[in-house]
């Protein structure tokens, strides 16, 4: 083995060097002071739509900030990622909602999963994510080792995901945050079509009646007791109702109420409905 002798640097340059050295630390230093304090930039994107680059908040003016999907920390900026609208959930909480086909996890969402295998301890869910969720048997109101849920394959559920952490399969429950059923579990008959995460989730804050969101014209149009719903934020929406007539009225008109205003909204439940009854009299 060879080694190479290096010659020895005199003391003097040593001293230049590690003073440059610090005189370097000293400057970068004091920028990141000067950074640091630097005042709050208050946004005014909130509830904007914002595109891929936007600078959405100072990093250094925020503390503890909560990032959510859609967003990514580049240094001391919070930039987006993906076209969507930016939301704002106090005290300090941010994210983008989107219109995809795909879902995006997270963490206490309402969706609906279809069962498509199953596992010594986990039952395997489709809910139209990257991967697979997982449904422990145990997950169930009472729910034990011993007294495992009959689901086939193809059963549809309405659950709630519990963890959605990158690198990992999602967990989902079909009990509340006290470990009641409540409306969670499997929804037999009826009929389920996919939608955007955009439109599901446009009927979730219509259906729970948000004070923040304007009324549904589709939604009052029909009778809340002759019909049955369940909204998945992931793009799935199941309906039951009375005859099948009336599943494919109320799911039509739904699909199609997207891109509509309310105006526009009021004048197709109308039409549809029109053409309903034509047809129920011409029979």
């Known amino acids: 083995m060879c080694y190479e002798k290096r010659p020895s640097r005199n003391p003097n340059e040593q001293v230049l060097l590690t003073a440059g050295a610090l005189r370097k630390t000293a400057v970068t230093l ?3 002071d000067g950074h640091l304090s630097a005042p709050t930039q208050a946004t005014s994107l909130f509830d904007q739509t914002v595109i891929p680059g936007d600078i959405i908040v100072d990093l250094p003016s925020v503390a503890n900030l909560r990032v959510g999907s859609g967003l990514r920390q580049d240094c001391f900026e919070l930039l987006a990622t993906k076209v969507g609208k930016l939301r704002y959930k106090k005290p300090n909480k941010y994210w983008l909602e989107s219109s995809h086909k795909r879902y995006d996890p997270s963490a206490e969402d309402t969706i609906l999963g279809i069962v498509v295998g199953r596992k010594s301890e ?5 809910i139209k994510s990257p991967s697979l969720a997982l449904l422990p048997v145990v997950a169930f109101e009472g729910g034990t ?9 193809g059963s549809l559920l309405y659950v709630r995901v519990v963890k959605a952490n990158h690198g990992t399969n999602p967990e989902l429950s079909c009990t509340d945050a006290s470990g009641k059923a409540a409306q ?3 929804l037999k008959e009826g009929y389920m079509f996919d939608s955007s995460t955009g439109l599901a989730r446009m009927y979730v804050k219509l259906h729970v009646k948000l004070l923040s969101t304007p009324t549904c014209p589709v939604l009052q149009a029909f009778d809340m007791q002759c019909f049955e719903i369940a909204i998945g934020l992931n793009g799935r929406i199941w309906v039951n109702a009375s005859t099948p007539s009336m599943v494919v009225l109320i799911s039509n008109a739904i699909m199609a109420s997207e891109f509509l205003s309310a105006s526009q909204q009021d004048n197709m439940v109308k ?3 029109d053409r309903l009854q034509a047809c129920c009299s011409v029979r």
């Not at 986990?122 to 489709?126: A, K, M, P, S």
């Not at 080792?145 to 394959?153: D, F, G």
């Open 30 to 32: 004091e920028q990141m």
């Open 122 to 126: 986990n039952f395997l869910v489709d």
């Open 145 to 153: 080792k011993k007294n495992i849920p009959k689901l086939e394959i």
């Open 184 to 186: 969670f579990g499997p």
């Open 271 to 273: 039409e549809l409905t």
